[in-house]
């Protein structure tokens, strides 16, 4: 590992000596991801995006893309673009990008299941603002505010999202 991975260890995320408080999926570690199980995923997970919310936040790092009105992740297993950005108006399972909560303000994506999908095996896992200590997610790592906030310009294109 390197200093540049965030781990996470049961004491929060490392990132580049610095310990932060987090939290993961209500149904905890797996092995097996499955859509809907709320679990968060073991293993090496490349970071391939960051989002942004252009009208709450600035701009956090030079490869962050702003999260429009109509984006949206598919997060339906029968169709094609299963968890991939798709925009509205559509019709398939979708999650809103543009919350009306911070929730996802900020997003950094990872490379679960993706580019090509295996239907079934979980849409995407992010790392976002959490609700809350000790409030899990459907399966995502999220953190504090001021945390992600901190984290995102420190991002390489190295960095990978670990998890034991």
Avoid at 122 to 136: D, E, K, M, N
Wanted: charge should be positive.
């Amino acid at each position: 590992m390197k200093t540049t991975d965030l781990v996470l260890t049961p004491s929060g995320l490392r990132f580049l000596g610095r310990r932060f408080p987090c939290t993961i999926g209500r149904g905890g570690l797996t092995d097996r991801k499955r859509e809907g199980d709320g679990c968060t995923p073991r293993g090496t997970h490349g970071l391939i995006g960051m989002l942004y919310r252009p009208d709450r936040i600035a701009r956090p790092a030079d490869w962050a893309l702003p999260i429009g009105p109509s984006d949206l992740w598919s997060d339906d297993p029968a169709h094609e673009d299963y968890n991939l950005m798709v925009r509205a108006p559509y019709p398939h399972g979708h999650e809103r990008l543009r919350r009306p909560d911070p929730l996802y303000d900020l997003v950094i994506l990872t490379d679960w299941n993706w580019p090509r999908a295996v239907r079934g095996r979980g849409s995407a896992i992010f790392i976002h603002q959490w609700r809350g200590p000790g409030q899990p997610t459907a399966g995502c790592i999220a953190l504090p505010r001021a945390a992600l906030l901190w984290i995102a310009p420190r991002l390489r294109h190295a960095s990978r999202l670990v998890i034991r």
